[in-house]
């Protein structure tokens, strides 16, 4: 049995530790965050949860399916029963159209997060501690935290955060860098979340606007209210990203009342500001990595492409390769 530390509460990390668990691993999973889901997190609010990162799921590969239908048959996961719809801007002529297609998505319920904190039941999780540096010594891995504990005897580190911080807590623990430009990996994304009056141009709305990326209806979610949230695209998240939540307030209310018609009161609810949030495109997948001669990997969605399936897929392929280091370290025993 090795003792693994798993960094990052989010699905991968959450995946990778349920799969380690599952194979008699002792696992501690530990996250800067107050509680476990990452970018899956949905925040809780008078008006229900709102979902401020991943809005949906969708399921191709045959393990995530499997994984899928435990959470539906657990009561964990819902199908979105959602009308989709197309936000487009052709110079500056705005148009909604319906776009229905077959696409199964699916959402955790009561909230985003519900599935990363079911597979993280039972597991040791340390929430509200973020690691500052890393130690690798004879006995194993020491993890040096912001709270002023530490913990220590590891035999193995899996890194399933962003990839600069990632590459930071490398770099502030004198260890190889991994990643080449890791700042080139993931995009930002400020998410607006507001109360308005509801209007039926559908719950899943793709932008292809100068703006916007995606706007969400909660309605049809169980655990939400009827609530918006607009996810601005990364160019102009990136352009206006140190601006304050006001100014997003005040460009979501814009958007809904001049371009879409939205009557009546806009309310402002929850703006974030998510620095590393989706995969850029045309950037190499970088896979999983390993540093060499210790006993550390780093993977997480953008791994393998972005989005909650590849968390997932990340996360088993994380646990794949403790498993493999671990017979390997038997068979020299
Ligand atoms: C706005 C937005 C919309 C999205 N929409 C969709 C969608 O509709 N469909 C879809 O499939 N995907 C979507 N995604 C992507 C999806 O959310 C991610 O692919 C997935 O949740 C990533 O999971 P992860 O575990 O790899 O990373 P994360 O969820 O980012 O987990 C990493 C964890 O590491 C923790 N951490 C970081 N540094 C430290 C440290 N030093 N010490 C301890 N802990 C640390 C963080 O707190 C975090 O909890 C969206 C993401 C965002 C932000």
């Not at 530390?5 to 800067?32: C, E, I, M, P, Y």
């Not at 807590?169 to 109360?195: H, I, M, N, T, Y």
């Not at 791994?303 to 996360?315: F, I, K, Q, T």
Request: proline share 4%.
């Amino acid at each position: 049995m090795k003792k693994i530390a798993v960094l990052g509460a989010g699905l991968t990390g959450a995946a990778a530790a349920a799969s380690l668990v599952r194979q008699g691993h002792q696992v501690t999973v530990f996250d800067k965050g107050r509680a476990a889901g990452g970018r899956m997190s949905s925040k809780r609010t008078e008006q229900g949860y709102l979902d401020m990162g991943a809005q949906y799921f969708t399921a191709r590969s045959e393990a995530f399916t499997q994984q899928v239908k435990q959470w539906l048959e657990a009561g964990q996961v819902e199908l979105w029963r959602c009308k989709t719809a197309l936000l487009s801007d052709d110079e500056g002529v705005i148009s909604l159209t319906a776009s229905e297609d077959k696409q199964q998505r699916f959402i955790g319920i009561p909230s985003m997060h519900s599935p990363v904190t079911a597979l993280l039941q039972d597991i040791p999780l340390i929430t509200g501690c973020r690691v500052l540096r890393l130690d690798y010594q004879q006995q194993g891995w020491t993890l040096h935290s912001d709270t002023g504990q530490d913990y220590s005897d590891f035999d193995a580190v899996l890194l399933t955060l962003p990839p600069v911080q990632a590459q930071q807590l490398l770099k502030q623990s004198g260890l190889p860098e991994l990643f080449r430009s890791a700042s080139d990996v993931l995009e930002p994304c400020w998410a607006v979340a507001v109360q308005a009056q509801s209007i039926p141009w559908g719950d899943a709305i793709f932008c292809q606007h100068p703006q916007l990326r995606f706007i969400s209806h909660q309605q049809h979610k169980t655990g939400r209210s009827s609530c918006y949230i607009l996810h601005f695209n990364a160019a102009f998240s990136a352009l206006h990203l140190e601006q304050s939540a006001d100014f997003w307030f005040a460009k979501a209310t814009d958007i809904l009342q001049q371009e879409l018609g939205v009557q009546g009161e806009i309310r402002a609810l929850v703006a974030h500001r998510w620095l590393y949030a989706s995969q850029r495109d045309q950037v190499p997948l970088p896979g999983l990595l390993a540093l060499p001669e210790r006993p550390l990997w780093a993977g997480g969605d953008w791994s393998y492409g972005g989005r909650v399936e590849n968390a997932y897929l990340a996360g088993l392929s994380l646990a794949q390769a403790v498993l493999t280091y671990a017979e390997q370290q038997e068979g020299t025993e």
